[in-house]
């Protein structure tokens, strides 16, 4: 299952000086968004996937970042500002996101930009080829 978000806001990064009520809205978007896009992404019903990650075996992840623009990027900034993403995932799937096992990967810049999150063994097994 490939997972399909929007480039995360600015204001999510760890760099980003803003107060912190500028920064909740944007957190609260990005882990409804990525919820929903979990929804979306679903190749069968939810129960039947819930099931599947019931337990607590640990979940991989691949997460491909295609930024907006050829700037270059801190890379754990980028990590650090899916959190909430991730956060709705786990929501979606019911399940805790400690679980998570996270591969990142920076691909060539794609506009407007977005972030892949492609869960389950595949992605091991695609990672490792």
Known sequence: M??????????LSPNARVNWRAKAAPKKKARADAA????AALDRGLRDVRAEMAGDDPIPLTIRFYPPDARRRDRDNAQASLKHALDGIADALAVDDYRFRPMYEFADPVAPGRVEVELGHEA???AAA
């Open 2 to 11: 490939v997972i399909v978000l929007p480039w995360p806001d600015r204001r």
């Open 36 to 39: 929903l896009a979990t929804y």
């Open 124 to 126: 091991t097994r695609r």
